[in-house]
């Protein structure tokens, strides 16, 4: 089995920066892309970014492009999101994923099969 554990979200204020870490642990074999999304209160948990775990692959939603950057590191088994230039509207519950997907790059929930607990995100104006 595959864990995830999701640290560093926290309050910032807007114009900000954060970085979410991703620690993965179990069957490392198990997975191809790591993904992060994001639920925020009363709307539907939305696709931010993802990579390919063996290749360094890297997609992202138009609305962080620029701004956010998801990167991983093999050797510690972790993937992170970088977050700069940080809005109001990016306050949500950002949570990672692990899909066997890498070709095309998974943005769709139902391609992941694994999820971490989440990690709060809060921007303030």
């Known amino acids: 089995q595959v864990q995830l554990v999701e640290s560093g979200g926290g309050l910032v204020q807007a114009g900000g920066s954060l970085r979410l870490s991703c620690a993965a642990s179990?069957?490392?074999?198990?997975?191809?892309?790591i993904g992060w999304f994001r639920q925020a209160p009363g709307k539907e948990r939305e696709f931010v970014a993802v990579i390919s775990w063996h290749v360094g692959m890297t997609a992202y939603e138009d609305f962080v492009k620029g701004r956010f950057t998801i990167s991983r590191d093999k050797s510690e088994n972790t993937v992170a999101l970088t977050m700069n230039s940080l809005k109001p509207e990016d306050t949500a519950v950002y949570y990672c994923a692990a899909s066997r997907l890498s070709r095309p790059l998974p943005r769709t929930r139902s391609s992941y099969h694994t999820w971490g607990q989440g990690t709060q995100v809060t921007v303030t104006s």
């Open positions: 179990g069957r490392t074999f198990s997975w191809y892309s």
